[in-house]
């Protein structure tokens, strides 16, 4: 049962563009969200994270919102930039729980020059 | 100087044998973790250990044993193995009390079983 969900293995955009990546999640548990940044041959990295008492946060090119009557939280980043290509996991986490990260299966982004 | 740091980063092995994965963390976290990366792409949590004690152990064949010598190392014993163990594995640190920045992660240990 996959409590967080990336339903869009792939995003290809141009850079300067917008990169909007999605996530939905079950837990309504869940009170803590995290993206991570991956690229090949490594682990992933934390990027961006988000407390369930705020709807958005910002740090530079990157902006997460949260919708938690939705359950969906989405990744801005403006602009894209070819280095921002990479695979971009959302992570959610419950109190109580060891703070154990559950994760999506992943967004592939690839922004064009 | 790397933070967290797994060992081999590579592992290629035949069926039923028995390998160890190691990791260190040198960032004064208590609480370390397991994760493997399946097919399809899945971040599966396997155990994690706070100061040296288990605190999480998901549903993972008893092939798997985790030992936690101290907090800044976690080791991942595999015995038996078998094809379907091939994945990705990653180690992670953290406090147990994190807050905003969630795990810092290993580069990966990519494990394949012919």
């Known amino acids: 049962d996959q409590q967080v969900k990336q339903n869009s293995p792939s995003l290809s955009v141009q850079e300067g563009r917008i990169s909007i990546l999605n996530c939905d999640y079950t837990n309504s548990m869940f009170d803590y969200f995290l993206w991570y940044k991956k690229y090949p041959a490594e682990g992933p990295t934390f990027l961006i994270s988000i407390s369930s008492i705020k709807d958005k946060n910002e740090d530079g090119r990157f902006t997460v919102f949260l919708n938690k009557s939705a359950k969906h939280l989405s990744l801005h980043i403006v602009p894209s930039q070819p280095g921002d290509s990479a695979v971009y996991f959302c992570?959610?986490?419950?109190?109580?729980?060891?703070?154990?990260?559950?994760f999506g299966s992943g967004t592939q982004l690839t922004v064009l020059p | 100087d790397t933070a967290v740091s797994q060992t081999p980063k590579y592992l290629v092995t035949q069926m039923g044998n028995d390998k160890s994965i190691k990791c260190e963390q040198n960032?004064?976290?208590?609480?370390m973790y397991w994760y493997k990366q399946d097919s399809k792409k899945f971040l599966k949590i396997m155990f994690s250990y706070n100061n040296k004690e288990l605190i999480i152990n998901e549903t993972v064949p008893n092939r798997f044993s985790p030992k936690s010598p101290d907090k800044a190392h976690l080791n991942l014993h595999i015995n038996s193995l078998e094809l379907g163990d091939s994945a990705v594995y990653f180690c992670?640190?953290?406090?147990?009390?994190?807050?905003?920045?969630?795990?810092?992660f290993g580069s990966g240990t990519r494990l394949t079983v012919v």
């Open positions: 992570a959610a986490s419950a109190s109580g729980s060891a703070r154990q990260l559950t």
């Open positions: 992670a640190s953290s406090s147990i009390q994190w807050g905003g920045n969630g795990y810092t």
């Open positions: 960032l004064g976290h208590d609480t």
